[in-house]
Nanobody, 124 residues
């Protein structure tokens, strides 16, 4: 079965950096556009970033451009999310998701598989 396992979250300070990882198994990783989403307490889940299956494009939410960077390693079946200059409003559960042949859209209903999430808490 398909599994997406996120890691790398934790309690950090304002201004810190963090790298989240998502290891995929049970699927042909290179066929899938990989996305990151987050959900803050009391808020809707929101799109953060995506990296296309072809490796040719990335997509970011306007709110994270310049601070977040998504990358992938097809040899390791892993997608990463590098976060810099963390802010309290980045506090959320971060989820990775996989969309077969996806175009990197922000709509969560397009994604076929989801991980269980990793908590990021930014303390001021």
């Amino acid at each position: 079965q398909v599994q997406l396992v996120e890691s790398g979250g934790g309690l950090v300070q304002v201004g810190d950096s963090l790298r989240l990882s998502c290891a995929a198994s049970g699927l042909i990783f290179r066929y899938y556009t990989m996305g990151w989403f987050r959900q803050a307490p009391g808020k809707e889940r929101e799109f953060v970033a995506a990296f296309s299956w072809s490796g040719s494009s990335t997509n970011y939410a306007d709110s994270v451009k310049g601070r977040f960077s998504i990358s992938r390693d097809n040899a390791k079946n892993t997608v990463y999310l590098q976060i810099t200059s963390l802010k309290p409003e980045d506090t959320a559960v971060y989820y990775c998701a996989a969309d077969r042949w996806g175009t990197g859209v922000a709509a969560d209903y397009e994604y076929d598989y989801w991980g269980q999430g990793t908590q990021v808490t930014v303390s001021s």
